[in-house]
């Protein structure tokens, strides 16, 4: 089945930087486009950043030049490089696969606090 396992979070203080990373397994990582999202206390689910199978990727406004998103397919990992973050950052992070047009499977969440 599919699996997906956050990791990475903690607290760190504003400016400085975090590496999430995303395990995944039960099915072929590297012919899916995958994804991060967070989600802060009272907000709603936003997307972060997205790499499809070839490489591609878009992010979040909010993040541009600042987060880095990137897929080791030998690994089958997905990575989240947040540099310069701000308290608007925090939130729960989480990495999800996109299939048949949704948002289809979800890992449990690592959680950013900046102060």
């Known amino acids: 089945h599919v699996q997906l396992v956050e990791s990475g979070g903690g607290s760190v203080q504003a400016g400085g930087t975090l590496r999430l990373s995303c395990a995944a397994s039960?099915?072929?990582?590297?012919?899916?486009?995958m994804g991060w999202f967070r989600q802060a206390p009272g907000k709603e689910r936003e997307g972060v950043a997205a790499?499809?199978?070839?490489?591609?990727?878009r992010y979040a406004d909010s993040v541009k030049g600042r987060f880095t998103i990137s897929r080791d397919n030998a690994k089958n990992t997905l990575y989240l490089q947040l540099n310069s973050l701000t308290r608007e950052d925090s939130a729960m992070y989480f990495c999800?696969?996109?299939?048949?047009?949704?948002?289809?499977?979800w890992g449990q969440g690592t959680q950013v606090t900046v102060s």
């Open positions: 999800a696969r996109y299939d048949s047009y949704i948002w289809h499977y």
């Open positions: 039960g099915y072929t990582y590297s012919t899916y486009c």
């Open positions: 790499i499809d199978s070839d490489g591609r990727t």
